[in-house]
Each structure stands twice: as C-alpha cells, then as structure tokens.
C-alpha cells in the first residue's frame, strides 16, 4: 500500500494506491487546509491511517512550497505559512516508518503526467493555470525524466504594466491567474463576459508565444483550476497561438490525463523515481 | 591538425588547431560569403588547404542554417540561400577524406563555450546578439551537455507590435537586434543616440527577464557584434534585469571568453562531442 499527498493552500488530497506501476487511486480523501502545522499534520496522520488498510511502503508527497536541495525541509511556502521551517519529511518517518518523498508540487505533477499521463516518452511543458500561473519543463534524456521549473507566470507581458504580488510589474500571473483576474475584473474567471475573456485570451497566448520561442516542445499540458473548468477558453487560446506563432509550429495542447488528481499521481511517480 | 570553421551570411572564418583539447588557433582566415554555393565552397577548400600544412583529421562547421536530422544536409539558411539543399557534408568529405561534423552556429558556439570557454561545468544560456538575437540554452546532465534552441529573439515584447521578418508582431528582435535597430531608427546600433539606447536597454531588459524566468539558469552568456561591441549598454541591462528581476536572484552575466572566435572553437568542440 502506497500514498499519495497532495498539499495545497486550499486543501490536502491524499489517496492510496495498491502499486506504484499502473497505478489506480484506491480511494481519495481531501481535508481542507487549516494552515495550523500541528493541526493539520494530525488531520493528515489520521487520513492516511484510515486509508492504509495494510503496511504503508511508501509515502509520496507533492507540497506547494520551495524545499530545501535534500527534499526534507520547507523553506518557504507562501500560501501555508505554518508549514515553513517544519521537518514534515522527519515527522511522517516517524510515525509510519516508511519511504518518504517530498517533492514541490508542480514538479510533482509534471512528473506524474510525465509517468502516467500523456507525457509518457515525451518532452513537455506542464502548465498548472490556477490561482496562480505555474509550469514545469519535462525533457527526457536518456529514457531519464529530468525536469526544470517554469515561473511563465512571472515573465512580463507588459512591460511597466501592472503590480504582481511577486513584486515585479506587468506579470502574466497579474493578468490570467485566478486571482489576478479576481482583482483586475472584480470578479471570479468564470464570471467574466465573453470580451473580458477575449482579453485574457489574448493575454495568456501572447505568454504562451514566449514559453514556445524560448523553450521550443512539441506538447504542452494544462491543468489548474481555471484550465479544467474553462477548457473552450482554452481551445480559443490554441487558436491565437497557432495564428501567431510562425518561427515553429505551434505544439499539441492537451488537459491533464488525471486532471485534478494528476498531483496524487504524481506523488506515487516519487516513490519509483 | 584540425580545422574549424563559422560559416555566416557575411564571412566564412576558419582556424587550424593542433588538438582537440585546449584548443589554440593557429592561424585564423577570413573570407567574405559570395553566397554562391560552388564560389563560396571552392574559396573555403583552398583556404583549408592552405591551413592545413600537415593531414587533415577532423573538420567541424558551425553554420548560420537549419540542418537535417542527420547533420547532413542544409534545409534552410535564410542568409545563404545558394547554400540550402547542399550536401556540405559530402562534399567535404570528398576533398579532405576525414571526420567532417555539421552544427548549426548558434548549438556550435554555445557548445564552444560550454567545452572550452566560461560555460564549462555549468548550465547556462548561451545569446548571440547580433544582427539578430537567437540562443541555446545549455543543461549539464550527468556531465552530458545538452543543448535546446533558445529563440528569445522571436518572444512578444509588445503584443501586436512592430512587423518582424519572421511574420510575427511584436519580436524582440524586431525592436534590438541589429537589422531591426536599422529599420527602427534609421541607423546602425553604434549610432543610436543614448536616449534611443535607453529604449533599446529597456527591451532588451524586458526579453531577458522573460528567458530568466520561463527557463532559470545562474549564467547568461553573450556574443555577437552588438554585445560585443556595446559592453556598457550591456551593463545597463545588467543593472535593469537586477532592479526588475524579483522571483528569482538575477544570474551572473559573462561577455564570451572567445568573443568573436567562439564559433571557431565550437566547431573544434564538435569534433570530440
């Protein structure tokens, strides 16, 4: 029995899986985040006892927050403050006496789609377009998945343009993230008119545009919350790029294989890396 | 012996070298491109010939086209046309019976750099500003290099901006590479007053802090006839990329250790690869 944990700022899923090769979530448990360390770390113990119906092997945990080089510390983590600084890895050993792996969230995700999902024997960007704008860049070299961040979120598409919470101005995240959008239209993505969308359409391709011209693939995934529930907005999306895009041909767009879950997934892809 | 050579739509460079490692040019030759394929391929035989003194060994090429899967042939060169469809490797293969090893000259001089010159060990990003602005981004993996085009040149600066020659709007490279400064302000880059140069800094800011962002790296490294020939325009880029870069510290910026011969010692670089 494996389990995979996916922490975010808004809630913890977890799942257990009975094998790490073609993998099934068995049953999945979401806990909403209380961004208490103590709390939440005795709420995520008892979730994953409920769900370990057997020996527990392994542990894989995708966590939104920059750890340190070993993947044993929190050093920073933006959305879950209580979280910094804590030994999770240590703690989790511990108590269940198991192979624990930690690894930041978005990486994490890639590499399950890079194991599981339509990443499968390719190179790729995935990109999480959610309440912020995230990516990582999956290459496979030598049958080795090897993966390098991609903050498209923070690249400037106007330059002296709007302030972003990072710090920088003109961020793509400030226009197209979900809470950039919250701030900038005064109301949620799914609630825009069709021309705010056409806005933030034109706004997100021209990110893209960059994304494709200073890191050529030949596949980019989406996931993320506003990805999942606006996929036509992103089938309009393609289209501007395959428009404007002329020095390569424009990559296949795809969703996540396992779309919300693709972080659980990615959490098991750990334990065999 | 060994012979290098740079292959660009201006001049045709080759050097002879005595070894593969720790390379030193024995004698550079410069030709002037006639973009006449049988010219052009006559001239640089003879020129060969009379580098080399003993047998010829190895000749590598850096050469300003796209090159077929196999490194064999030339597909497109925008800059020499006459050349395209041409079987160079052939063709020199014929005349000097020895290992002949094709590269595009962007992957050949950042392949230099990363063998011979300040990129060695490391990861970084490899820039030629010049006439236009093209990249390399170079990974060390498992002491491996490995090289993906970086086309921060072609990346939106101004959505719906200036034409570009590639058929998009809005290019870095229409607004700061060399041929565009020309047609944007009338005069070449060394002309430009330094009011119309904080412009040109400004933008060129802009594209780098977009590479740094979508593909992270702690080294940027740069050559070409407009780095090269305005180094303190390119500090002031230094000193903007590190006001405005915030997500991430600003990496170290490094002038190419064999500046306009880098492509020289790249095609050598190509001979032990």
């Known amino acids: 029995m494996y389990i995979g944990i996916d922490v975010g700022g808004t809630s913890i899923k977890l799942a257990s899986f009975k094998t790490l090769y073609l993998p099934k979530a068995v049953k999945v448990i979401e806990l909403k985040t209380q961004n208490n360390y103590e709390n939440d770390f005795d709420n995520l113990a008892k979730a994953i006892s409920e769900l370990a119906k057997s020996k527990v092997s392994g542990i894989g945990v995708g966590i939104a927050a920059v750890l340190d080089e070993d993947k ?111 701030r900038l239209y005064g109301k949620s993505a799914k609630n825009l008119s069709e021309n705010e969308w056409r806005e933030v359409e034109q706004r997100f391709a021209h990110g893209l545009l960059n994304v494709l011209t200073i890191n050529p693939v030949n596949l980019v995934i989406f996931a993320g919350s506003v990805a999942l529930n606006q996929k036509k907005k992103l089938e309009n999306i393609e289209v501007i790029v395959r428009h404007k895009l002329k020095i390569f041909q424009a990559p296949q767009f795809l969703i996540s294989k396992y779309q919300n879950d693709i972080g659980l997934y990615g959490a098991i892809a750990l334990l065999s890396r």
Chains 1, 2 share one sequence.
């Open 72 to 182: 044993t510390q929190i050093l920073k983590a933006n959305n879950i403050k209580s979280w910094e600084k804590q030994a999770l890895k240590n703690d989790l050993e511990n108590l269940f006496k198991c192979k624990i792996v930690l690894e930041n969230d978005a990486t994490c995700a890639a590499l399950g789609e890079a194991k599981f999902g339509y990443g499968q024997g390719k190179d790729f960007i995935f990109i999480i377009w959610g309440t912020g704008i995230g990516g990582t860049c999956v290459r496979l070299i030598n049958n080795q998945v090897y993966t390098v961040p991609c903050e498209l979120g923070h690249q400037i598409v106007q330059w002296q343009g709007i302030f972003d919470n990072c710090g920088q101005h003109g961020c793509l995240e400030a226009y197209c993230g979900g809470n950039g959008i919250a």
